[in-house]
């Protein structure tokens, strides 16, 4: 799996837009950009994927470069209970290809 | 449905003594992992496996074993327990779903302490 880099930690107001930014600047053709989070200590939630293209779901919205290398995660509306430590991780997409964390960025939304 | 349940929450164990950590999931989903946590660091993976009967290694395996007799349940079983396994354990599960995500499922996790 490719390695990924991202800022140990950022603040956003509530309210505001979050942008979470990686870089992956080793990803091969066939690996997707993951991204998961885990509030205070309980088990990681997966947020959204993607391999190209951008997408969007009901949690949030993937931005990916053209080049593939970087990568951000915008939490549109961020409040208090989206603080946590947001993984992303970078892996061919198969069930059973279990996941590779980092370190991960600490989001502390403040009001 | 329940997802992925784990037992027990806590434990506190003497060195030496062992145990098993109980996880289930009523998905049905054919593969399950264990990951361990320690303070401020991220998920490391210790066993995996990718349907009933079938197990392998992952980063941490050692002092670990696994067996996955049932789709339901895949237990992790301690030895021989040492302070280095002080830790937080997530049990985790994922199937080839429809949706293409392959998102993993992630229990509440069981914290042991080893003193």
């Known amino acids: 799996d490719a390695k990924t880099t991202q800022p140990p930690s950022m603040d956003c107001a509530e309210g505001r837009a979050a942008n979470l930014p990686c870089n992956h600047s080793?990803?091969?053709?066939?690996?997707?950009v993951y991204w998961y989070r885990q509030i205070h200590s309980q088990g990681p939630q997966y947020i959204i994927h993607?391999?190209?293209n951008n997408e969007t779901n009901e949690m949030a919205s993937l931005i990916i470069t053209e080049d593939r290398k970087s990568s951000t995660l915008i939490l549109p509306h961020a409040t208090l209970r989206d603080t946590a430590v947001y993984y992303c991780?970078?892996?061919?997409?198969?069930?059973?290809?279990?996941?590779?964390f980092g370190g991960g960025t600490r989001l502390m939304v403040k009001p | 449905n329940a997802g992925v349940t784990q037992t027990p929450k806590f434990q506190v164990l003497k060195t030496g003594q062992s145990m098993t950590l109980q996880c289930a999931q009523d998905?049905?989903?054919?593969?399950m992992s264990w990951y361990r946590q320690d303070p401020g660091m991220g998920l490391r993976l210790i066993h995996y496996?990718?349907?009933?009967?079938?197990?392998d290694q992952g980063e941490v395996p050692n002092g670990y074993n696994v067996s996955r007799s049932t789709t339901e349940d895949f237990p992790l079983r301690l030895l021989s327990a040492a302070p280095s396994q002080t830790s937080v354990y997530f049990c985790?599960?994922?199937?080839?779903?429809?949706?293409?995500?392959?998102?993993?499922?992630f229990g509440p996790g069981t914290r042991l302490t080893v003193t």
């Open positions: 985790a599960s994922s199937y080839s779903g429809t949706s293409g995500s392959y998102e993993q499922y």
């Open positions: 080793t990803i091969s053709g066939n690996e997707y």
């Open positions: 993607g391999l190209k």
């Open positions: 991780i970078v892996r061919v997409a198969y069930a059973g290809n279990m996941l590779t």
């Open positions: 998905m049905n989903h054919e593969y």
């Open positions: 496996s990718v349907g009933a009967g079938i197990t």
